[in-house]
């Protein structure tokens, strides 16, 4: 055989043994949702449903779950159904080393030292649905606070490892709330909550080895009349299972009276606030109205400005605009007018920078020279505070890309919050009322930038502060249209100055997309403050997202179960 055809024979041999692989991974078990019922008996007994949704193969004789650390419970009554509706004979104890035809359509318990294993026949292979039904009893636990339980209800190292799975808790006849019911998830991604008068946890990416779906629910005394009451509290065990969790650091330590005299105020407060039902509605609607009035008595007669309002306070010009409701009064084109205004300094510079595999070049925003705190200003730190922001996003090579802005935004979110308030700093209309002739000239700069092509008289000092304007007229959402009307009377200004040149490219496309980004990450920063307090709400059992640590002292699961 020629070196050529055993070369073309290896190929061939190689290729074919991917094919198999690649055939063998593709047909392997696999179990696409797992949906677990819990129904609640007034003595702490559960009648669990668990519904899966399987592919089956050639692989393994039968499927099975785990149900270890029983902590007093026991398992009986099982069923189990396929999705011909064909219910499984029970054989009781289960022989695992029987074939894959002797277990087709039969169901069987392996009794093991800690606990059980519940098997059934996996039967004929292709697309099928398997329901097992069991009674678990004894998993409301009666403790001295409180009754409840902290339960593992998937076990991890499950195989196949499910894509979804669902779990929802009930109790017959009494309706869950979010007063009277507490929640708690560990070791899945996903959330627990009560909805539709149950309790619900459901994740929200695939499991992996590592994955189990325990589940703490905390009752109120009187809602059960368990049959296992144990010495201790219910918070003893919802410490044990905070351990290793992200709830920690938010327990609920309030003494009974200081919780009483909390659910008063909220009773008294939401009292009030039915009484006043209508009050921030019509708030809304009166300060519309004296913000429109006021509006009206700025812009009569108004004159056009030419001069830099507010000794060029950035900060300030935003928010009596913001507070007069201005429309563009936006955090967006102050961020624009920030990054135009340190172009300007040269803090910010532009840069080309060639992309080695296609060779098209790119212009980027490069940091330059440092910004200089030169005053005790809120405007002139809030810069400085936003360079600093920019430099460090903009890593090694200092050219600054609106993606690595948001990322590093997005990590530095928790230090960033003091930076984000203080950006979003207003005053009020009445604090405008004061400034009012000042609030004119700001407006009647506006409405000198906006009529800018239609102005006969132009002074030279006036083109000495074209800069400013631009800056300006970011501020106020009409940087294009003023750089177009800049360039149409005065061409060759743009041409003599290099920095004019650089903040006219800028205002295109380079400010926009930085203030973009940096505005998006304004609103990670704020997600981010919203995200703790909806953390802090979680930890006290109100629903969330399920935590991926802790979950100690928990009873059920274990590790194993599924094809085999």
Same mark, same amino acid.
């Given at each position: 055989?020629?070196?050529?055809?055993?070369?073309?024979?290896?190929?061939?041999?190689?290729?074919?043994?991917?094919?198999?692989?690649?055939?063998?991974?593709?047909?392997?078990?696999?179990?696409?949702?797992?949906?677990?019922?819990?129904?609640?008996?007034?003595?702490?007994?559960?009648?669990?449903?668990?519904?899966?949704?399987?592919?089956?193969?050639?692989?393994?004789?039968?499927?099975?779950?785990?149900?270890?650390?029983?902590?007093?419970?026991?398992?009986?009554?099982?069923?189990?159904?396929?999705?011909?509706?064909?219910?499984?004979?029970?054989?009781?104890?289960?022989?695992?080393?029987?074939?894959?035809?002797?277990?087709?359509?039969?169901?069987?318990?392996?009794?093991?030292?800690?606990?059980?294993?519940?098997?059934?026949?996996?039967?004929?292979?292709?697309?099928?649905?398997?329901?097992?039904?069991?009674?678990?009893?004894?998993?409301?636990?009666?403790?001295?606070?409180?009754?409840?339980?902290?339960?593992?209800?998937?076990?991890?190292?499950?195989?196949?490892?499910?894509?979804?799975?669902?779990?929802?808790?009930?109790?017959?006849?009494?309706?869950?709330?979010?007063?009277?019911?507490?929640?708690?998830?560990?070791?899945?991604?996903?959330?627990?909550?009560?909805?539709?008068?149950?309790?619900?946890?459901?994740?929200?990416?695939?499991?992996?080895?590592?994955?189990?779906?325990?589940?703490?629910?905390?009752?109120?005394?009187?809602?059960?009349?368990?049959?296992?009451?144990?010495?201790?509290?219910?918070?003893?065990?919802q410490n044990k299972a905070f351990e290793g969790s992200d709830y920690i650091g938010y327990e609920d330590n309030r003494t009974f009276?200081?919780?009483?005299?909390?659910?008063?105020?909220?009773?008294?407060?939401?009292?009030?606030?039915?009484?006043?039902?209508?009050?921030?509605?019509?708030?809304?609607?009166?300060?519309?109205?004296?913000?429109?009035?006021?509006?009206?008595?700025?812009?009569?007669?108004?004159?056009?400005?030419?001069?830099?309002?507010?000794?060029?306070?950035?900060?300030?010009?935003?928010?009596?605009?913001?507070?007069?409701?201005?429309?563009?009064?936006?955090?967006?084109?102050?961020?624009?007018?920030?990054?135009?205004?340190?172009?300007?300094?040269?803090?910010?510079?532009?840069?080309?920078?060639?992309?080695?595999?296609?060779?098209?070049?790119?212009?980027?925003?490069?940091?330059?020279?440092?910004?200089?705190?030169?005053?005790?200003?809120?405007?002139?730190?809030?810069?400085? !505070? *936003?360079?600093?922001?920019?430099?460090?996003? /903009?890593?090694?090579?200092? +050219? @600054?890309? $609106?993606?690595?802005?948001?990322?590093?935004?997005?990590?530095?979110?928790?230090?960033?919050?003091?930076?984000?308030?203080?950006?979003?700093?207003?005053?009020?209309?009445?604090?405008?009322?004061?400034?009012?002739?000042?609030?004119?000239?700001?407006?009647?700069?506006?409405?000198?930038?906006?009529?800018?092509?239609?102005?006969?008289?132009?002074?030279?000092?006036?083109?000495?502060?074209?800069?400013?304007?631009?800056?300006?007229?970011?501020?106020?959402?009409?940087?294009?249209?003023?750089?177009?009307?800049?360039?149409?009377?005065?061409?060759?200004?743009? !041409? *003599?100055?290099?920095?004019?040149?650089?903040? /006219?490219?800028?205002?295109? +496309? @380079?400010? $926009?997309?930085?203030?973009?980004?940096?505005?998006?990450?304004?609103?990670?920063?704020?997600?981010?403050?919203?995200?703790q307090e909806a953390r802090a709400a979680r930890s006290s059992g109100g629903g969330g997202f399920s935590s991926w640590g802790g979950?100690?002292?928990?009873?059920?699961?274990?590790?194993?179960?599924?094809?085999?």
């Amino acid at each position: 055989m020629s070196r050529a055809r055993l070369k073309q024979l290896r190929w061939g041999l190689a290729f074919l043994a991917l094919l198999l692989v690649s055939a063998d991974v593709s047909a392997r078990p696999r179990l696409t949702d797992l949906n677990i019922s819990v129904e609640l008996a007034d003595n702490g007994d559960a009648r669990i449903t668990e519904r899966r949704t399987m592919m089956i193969d050639d692989e393994g004789t039968e499927c099975y779950i785990v149900v270890g650390n029983l902590n007093g419970s026991e398992v009986k009554d099982l069923e189990v159904t396929d999705e011909t509706g064909l219910k499984y004979s029970h054989v009781g104890e289960w022989d695992v080393d029987r074939g894959r035809s002797w277990k087709a359509g039969k169901c069987g318990i392996v009794y093991k030292r800690d606990g059980y294993e519940l098997c059934w026949g996996l039967g004929e292979e292709g697309a099928r649905v398997y329901t097992t039904s069991y009674t678990l009893t004894r998993l409301v636990k009666g403790y001295d606070d409180a009754d409840g339980f902290n339960y593992m209800f998937v076990a991890e190292n499950v195989s196949p490892l499910p894509s979804h799975v669902k779990l929802t808790i009930s109790k017959p006849g009494t309706p869950f709330t979010s007063d009277s019911v507490k929640v708690w998830g560990f070791r899945y991604h996903g959330t627990i909550m009560i909805e539709d008068s149950c309790v619900v946890a459901e994740s929200s990416e695939d499991f992996t080895s590592e994955s189990a779906l325990i589940a703490m629910v905390r009752f109120p005394k009187g809602m059960f009349q368990p049959d296992d009451v144990r010495e201790g509290s219910f918070e003893q065990l919802q410490n044990k299972a905070f351990e290793g969790s992200d709830y920690i650091g938010y327990e609920d330590n309030r003494t009974f009276w200081q919780k009483l005299w909390d659910n008063l105020e909220v009773l008294f407060y939401g009292f009030i606030m039915m009484l006043t039902f209508f009050v921030p509605a019509l708030s809304m609607v009166y300060m519309w109205w004296k913000k429109r009035k006021f509006r009206k008595r700025l812009e009569q007669d108004l004159n056009w400005y030419r001069d830099i309002p507010y000794k060029g306070n950035l900060q300030h010009t935003h928010a009596v605009c913001e507070a007069a409701g201005y429309d563009d009064a936006s955090v967006k084109n102050l961020l624009s007018a920030y990054v135009l205004r340190m172009v300007y300094r040269g803090e910010l510079t532009l840069t080309s920078v060639s992309n080695p595999k296609t060779g098209k070049v790119k212009q980027y925003l490069a940091i330059g020279k440092d910004h200089e705190l030169t005053g005790s200003a809120l405007d002139d730190k809030l810069e400085h !505070k *936003l360079f600093d922001i920019f430099k460090k996003a /903009a890593g090694e090579d200092q +050219i @600054l890309q $609106p993606r690595e802005l948001e990322r590093y935004m997005e990590r530095n979110a928790k230090g960033l919050q003091p930076f984000v308030k203080q950006l979003k700093t207003s005053v009020s209309l009445s604090q405008c009322e004061k400034e009012f002739e000042q609030m004119r000239q700001t407006v009647g700069l506006k409405k000198y930038l906006k009529d800018f092509t239609i102005i006969d008289e132009r002074h030279v000092q006036e083109v000495a502060l074209w800069k400013d304007y631009l800056i300006f007229a970011s501020l106020f959402g009409i940087a294009d249209q003023v750089r177009k009307d800049m360039k149409t009377i005065n061409p060759e200004f743009f !041409k *003599l100055d290099q920095v004019a040149e650089e903040m /006219a490219q800028s205002t295109v +496309i @380079l400010v $926009p997309n930085l203030s973009n980004a940096a505005m998006n990450g304004t609103r990670q920063i704020e997600s981010f403050a919203a995200r703790q307090e909806a953390r802090a709400a979680r930890s006290s059992g109100g629903g969330g997202f399920s935590s991926w640590g802790g979950g100690g002292g928990f009873s059920g699961g274990g590790s194993g179960g599924g094809v085999r």
